[in-house]
Nanobody
């Protein structure tokens, strides 16, 4: 059974940084692309970043240059380093496991989500 467990969310001031982690179990982690999505209150869930099995990354325009997605296949973990955070980044962040080696294969499973709040 696939399990995705996020951690690292919290309250941060504008301009600050956070690093999210998502530990996966129950899968051959290195064979699957991973991603991060977010959902702000009253808005639809949107993709933030993805990383393929070959470590190719994609980013949504609002986070390009500020966020970095990475993966450690030895720890079955995907990370999202978030820098220069602003209020528009406030959302619940979800880890996503894709069905195949890249994000175009679609999401197979979601984590439970972790709240990120950017506020002074």
């Amino acid at each position: 059974q696939v399990q995705l467990v996020e951690s690292g969310g919290g309250l941060v001031q504008p301009g600050g940084s956070l690093r999210l982690s998502c530990a996966a179990s129950g899968i051959a982690f290195s064979l699957y692309a991973m991603g991060w999505y977010r959902q702000a209150t009253g808005k639809q869930r949107e993709v933030v970043a993805s990383i393929s099995t070959g470590a190719r990354t994609n980013y949504a325009d609002p986070v390009k240059g500020r966020f970095t997605i990475s993966r450690d296949n030895t720890k079955n973990t995907v990370y999202l380093q978030m820098n220069r955070l602003n209020a528009e980044d406030t959302a619940v962040y979800y880890c996503a496991l894709y069905k195949g080696s890249y994000d175009g294969t679609g999401v197979m499973s979601w984590g439970q989500g972790t709240q990120v709040t950017v506020s002074s």
